[in-house]
């Protein structure tokens, strides 16, 4: 659709993921919203502007401001963040995965992390990123 490394997170995964969710959230990598959308909905309550979110590509972010949600930067892994997070939560590009949660888990200052990640990613203890 956008990308080659652009997988939308199914209906059902994002509906887990946000189960439970309160206070305020950021999704940095937000994509077309489809982990924002359930945090919204009964079982969550997650007021809208309490919902944070970014994104790279720029046709992306259009989408996300149309509907609403706040876009606050356009690249994660430069992000400086302003705002104290109750949950991170996210489906990073797979390509970026390890270096996405590391940066999460850098940020997070207490939020609760939940993060979609390939079983490769997971799996694999030897990456770049995790020698460091």
Request: charged share 25%; with cysteine; net charge negative.
């Amino acid at each position: 659709m956008f990308n080659e490394t652009f997988y939308p997170t199914p209906i059902e995964i994002a509906e887990k993921m946000c189960n439970g969710v309160s206070g305020i959230v950021l999704e940095p990598s937000a994509g077309k919203g489809d982990l924002l959308k359930p945090l919204s909905d009964w079982h969550c309550r997650v007021r809208k502007e309490n919902i944070y979110c970014i994104e790279f590509n720029y046709e992306l972010q259009d989408f996300l401001r149309n509907r609403n949600y706040n876009v606050i930067h356009d690249d994660f892994l430069t992000y400086k963040p302003d705002i104290f997070f109750d949950y991170i939560i996210m489906n990073p590009p797979f390509d970026f995965g390890a270096k996405h949660l590391l940066k999460a888990i850098e940020i997070s200052n207490g939020a609760e992390i939940r993060c979609l990640l390939n079983s490769e990613t997971l799996n694999n203890p030897y990456s770049k990123e995790r020698l460091s």
